[in-house]
């Protein structure tokens, strides 16, 4: 009864990550990937995004904190976490990128309001992301496309 519940707990979760635009259909891919031999792998996959992103972001905030940003190694890191995030369906990160890259290329002085919006669109997205895999793996709840 209460693997039931808990199923039907990260069905929800997971539902609500599609329709705010959290996750996209590349995240169903990568579901699909996992199988009964290796039934850890997204939470596998999401941990090491969590954790490169994590690091990304760092180097990131020690670039535009400098007087004056370079610009072409912040695009550098940026293209990077855009192409992290799009193969793991990470659709709002992606989409933040996308947004930082333009601003980079414009060379826009108002970089920091898009920093502080993606950086927000980030920690929210992984921690969501992350606490749901985490969860499931925990529960050893089988990952089965029926149930999702």
């Known amino acids: 009864m209460a693997l039931k519940a808990l199923k039907s707990q990260l069905k929800a979760v997971l539902e609500s990550l599609y329709t705010e635009g959290v996750l996209d259909h590349q995240f169903d891919q990568l579901q699909a990937l996992q199988d009964a031999n290796n039934p850890g792998f ?5 941990t090491l995004f969590y954790e490169d992103t994590e690091k990304t972001l760092r180097e990131l905030t020690k670039y535009l904190e400098q007087p004056i ?3 072409q190694r912040v695009d550098s890191y940026v293209h990077q976490l855009k ?9 709002q990160i992606k989409l933040a990128c996308i947004d930082f890259h ?3 290329l ?6 920091p309001l898009i920093k502080l919006s993606m950086n927000s669109i980030i920690y929210k997205a992984n ?22």
């Open 102 to 104: 333009q601003a980079c």
């Open 106 to 111: 414009d060379n826009n002085k108002d970089g």
């Open 127 to 148: 921690s969501r992301l992350l606490f749901s895999w985490r969860k499931e793996s925990l529960l050893m709840i089988p990952n089965n496309s029926d149930d999702y």
């Open 42 to 46: 997204v939470v596998e996959v999401v």
């Open 83 to 91: 192409g992290s995030s799009s193969s793991i369906g990470a659709q």
């Open 69 to 71: 940003a370079d610009n």
